[in-house]
DNA sequence: GAGTTTGAAACT
DNA sequence: CAGTTTCAAACTC
């Protein structure tokens, strides 16, 4: 689907250009012929949230106080179009924030024009203050399923946009409007179109209610097939003038047509409009709903237009564009947080590049192997004014990636971050430190934008580790096909890898081409503005009693398996529990801070934690300076942060260390040698002297062989203690009642037979350690004199034990 | 636990 | 790119 011509994606920044397809919605004006159904603008039946939902329900909620502006946006759609990620279900979407009232997206059963009447479709309280949860509770199809929350703040305009080629409106964070939009059938692309009711001055509206109404709107289409004809964007029709809109437009194609296994592109924008939502406007905002009907006749791409009036002003949008990577993941979830220009500020129509610099606000996560190319045009303004975002995104295939998201204290401002190359998309959240320097502070909307938290992408305490599939490729790919369902869950390889911290330092932008997958994004607690960090994953376990922010289903909306456990999913090849359980070796770093390389907690892309560092810099109340180490570690290798044991060459199945050893004295068979250590085989890359580790060495066999042997000897320890711990407790869940009923026993009662027998097998293992160890008869016998003595006071303390127990029970 | 060895990382 | 220095882990005693 084009949704954006060329001209426009031409001008786009090629650093968010890396998204498979952009698509610009232009102006917003939508085309009767690109709408099928739609109905005069009596018969609009808009988004109400007073309107039943049907079976689809979009909402945005926040726990807001009242008293904080609020905007609900209500979504009413055409009853045969589907708003559904799998066929028929519903898939309520629900971003709520703690603060505030959030903004509720219900598709109706009837279509609503594009009008932008502030009676018809959508109405939204926005509140711009309190920490925003994000509900998402979705339905994923197993197959490819993309979310993507944008957030826009959006403005009033206080005045007319002023005609294009004026410089670009100031964005004011007064408020947060918040429009969620998902779910098309299988090759229906939906398109949500917010425009304004504001007449905009100086625009140029070929034909259409809409076209002079819509100030801001949005764009969204879900599930559009990518040969699809964009509903929006095409010349005539649609949502097109940038330069008098705001314009965010989230595209999202799905190829595969019907099944529930269809890839799914899931987005969500919530706008922050702080200027229209004064406390004394009787009528809250009230934000026009249309549905759009493409012509496809098996797959009809469906185009929700949403717009959202401005009784008082216009909202002029500037050419800002930010490209969301193509979405190759056959899920994702994005969250986009845009600010939408103050009122005062002079439209623009240039796309403006997304950069850290401009504050974009931008947090996508995307996969490459999906097919549908996903473009998202968004009005940025200077970075002061962005409201926080976060997004979280669910990437489906293998190489996926655990990302966390974690609230700040204060509200971040979501930057994308532009790695060239890369295979991911990477954004910073900056908290916003002052409010809108131009717009017009209202009084509700002022407040509110001091105390704006972060919007949490769910509501429940459930911890967010969501899986994100790395974006192949930076330019735009025609989509592939989504294959298999449920790839979200279970095809993560994920290596714990740091990203970047939200240390609001434009000019360091390192290039992450090369990091390994695996990231977290967590709060920056002494990172002054800072609004989040992109932490490893695996230091989210050390964050658990933090407040995550999370992406919950709702209660009654099952969300997919995967991402409510995905914190279980297996990271560096290891599950969770694996991770969690066996403890990072702690660092010992005296002099390096913690910033180099010489770290093995920041080359692996960790925080310290527990470590024995001195002056340690590599935790979140150094971000600065951690993301500075970052690039120059990257500056100096790009590759630094990757894995060092890869895949050798083509063909060959052994691993092998990237960039070879250099040992010399060690004969590369002791743990100086990375290789060795790595447990492969120095190559024909290393450039080791004397090595000992290939394959025939005589002295690595033997070195296996012991080693080998005395893993075997562990675990068989372990075996034989576990087996006699638990008949122990077998045998005293037994001999309970005696206990209890004779007034104690004596530990040598549970001496029975299966207990000698594993103590038996616990001696004999000490025996063959001795033996194998060649120790002498004394140290042999008296290592197996101290096994006996453990087991006896396993015994013991376990017979001691529930000796208490009982008499607790008794009490 | 202190000291030594080692090799990667960092530096020149 | 090569040589040197720095650094922290691995190792030894």
Do not use: W
């Amino acid at each position: 689907m084009d949704v954006v011509s060329p001209e426009l994606n031409s001008l786009l920044p090629d650093e968010i250009m890396d998204t498979e397809a952009i698509e610009d919605v232009p102006h917003s004006q939508p085309d009767a012929a690109t709408v099928e159904s739609e109905p005069s603008d009596d018969t609009s039946v808009p988004m109400e949230t007073d309107t039943p939902v049907a079976s689809e329900n979009l909402s945005l909620c926040s726990d807001a106080a009242a008293t904080e502006p609020t905007q609900v946006l209500t979504t009413s759609v055409a009853p045969d179009s589907t708003l559904s990620i799998s066929s028929g279900s519903q898939i309520p979407v629900s971003i709520s924030s703690s603060s505030s009232p959030l903004l509720t997206l219900k598709p109706a059963l009837a279509t609503s024009t594009a009008t932008t009447k502030t009676t018809d479709s959508v109405t939204g309280t926005v509140s711009t203050s309190g920490l925003q949860k994000l509900t998402a509770p979705f339905t994923i199809s197993p197959a490819n399923h993309q979310i993507i929350l944008n957030k826009v703040a959006s403005s009033q305009a206080t005045e007319a946009a002023k005609s294009a080629g004026t410089p670009p409106q100031v964005i004011k964070q007064e408020g947060q409007k918040l429009l969620v939009t998902a779910i098309g059938k299988s090759g229906q692309p939906i398109v949500l179109q917010l425009p304004h009711t504001g007449s905009k001055p100086g625009i140029s509206q070929a034909s259409g209610d809409t076209k002079a109404q819509a100030p801001q709107f949005k764009v969204v289409t879900i599930g559009g097939r990518s040969e699809l004809k964009p509903v929006v964007g095409s010349a005539s029709n649609q949502v097109t003038t940038l330069q008098a809109q705001q314009l965010k437009a989230v595209q999202i194609t799905k190829k595969t047509p019907t099944s529930s296994a269809a890839p799914i592109k899931f987005i969500i924008t919530k706008t922050v409009n702080s200027k229209g939502l004064s406390p004394q406007t009787s009528v809250p905002p009230v934000i026009a709903g249309r549905v759009l009907t493409q012509n496809s006749p098996v797959m009809p791409p469906r185009t929700i237009t949403l717009s959202e009036p401005h009784n008082t002003t216009i909202q002029s949008i500037p050419g800002k564009k930010i490209a969301i990577s193509p979405l190759k993941s056959p899920s994702k979830v994005t969250v986009v947080s845009v600010a939408s220009p103050t009122s005062n500020t002079s439209q623009k129509s240039v796309a403006l590049p997304v950069n850290v610099a401009l504050g974009q606000q931008i947090l996508t996560v995307q996969q490459s192997t999906s097919a549908s190319p996903v473009k998202v045009a968004t009005n940025q303004t200077a970075a002061q004014n962005i409201k926080p975002v976060q997004s979280v995104a669910v990437g489906g295939v293998g190489g996926s990636q655990f990302k966390t998201i974690i609230p700040l204290a204060t509200q971040p401002n979501v930057q994308q971050i532009q790695v060239p190359g890369s295979r991911f998309h990477y954004v910073r959240l900056v908290t916003a430190t002052t409010a809108s320097s131009t717009g017009q502070p209202s009084g509700p909307s002022t407040s509110s934008i001091q105390t704006a938290k972060p919007m949490v992408v769910s509501a429940g305490a459930v911890r967010m580790s969501v899986p994100i599939v790395p974006a192949q490729t930076m330019k735009q790919v025609a989509p592939k096909p989504l294959t298999s369902a449920a790839q979200v869950v279970t095809t993560t390889q994920t290596q714990q890898r740091l990203i970047m911290p939200a240390t609001p330092l434009p000019q360091i932008q390192p290039n992450f081409t090369n990091l390994p997958p695996g990231t977290v994004l967590a709060p920056a607690p002494g990172g002054g503005n800072v609004g989040y960090a992109v932490v490893p994953a695996q230091y989210v376990t050390q964050l658990q009693q933090s407040p995550f922010v999370t992406l919950a289903s709702s209660s009654g909306f099952p969300a997919p398996a995967g991402i409510q456990t995905q914190a279980r999913l297996p990271l560096n090849g290891l599950s969770t529990a694996e991770t969690t359980s066996r403890p990072r070796k702690p660092c010992n770093c005296t002099k390096s801070q913690c910033l180099k390389l010489y770290c093995d907690c920041f080359a692996n892309g960790e925080f310290c934690n527990n470590c024995n560092c001195n002056n340690c810099f590599n935790n979140l109340e150094h971000e600065t300076e951690r993301l500075k180490a970052i690039k120059t570690c990257l500056d100096r290798n790009p590759e630094a942060f990757k894995p060092k044991i890869g895949k050798g060459k083509e063909g060959e199945s052994d691993r092998r260390h990237s960039k070879g050893c250099n040992c010399k004295r060690s004969g590369c068979l002791k743990n100086y040698c990375e290789c060795y250590e790595a447990k492969i085989m120095c190559s024909s890359i290393c450039k080791c002297i004397g090595c000992k580790n290939f394959e025939e060495s005589p002295e690595r066999k033997t070195l296996m062989h012991l080693a080998d042997a005395a893993e075997v000897r562990v675990q068989q320890q372990t075996a034989a203690k576990t087996k006699l711990s638990s008949q122990i407790s077998d045998l005293l869940m037994r001999t309970t009642p005696v206990i209890s009923s004779g007034g104690g026993r004596l530990p040598y009662t549970f001496v029975t037979k299966e207990v000698l027998e594993a103590t038996c097998e616990c001696l004999l293992e000490q025996a063959k350690k001795a033996e194998q160890t060649h120790q002498p008869q004394a140290e042999a016998e008296r290592m197996i004199l101290e096994e006996f003595g453990h087991c006896l006071m396993r015994i013991i303390s376990s017979a001691g034990k529930a000796k208490a127990d009982c008499a607790s029970i008794n009490c």
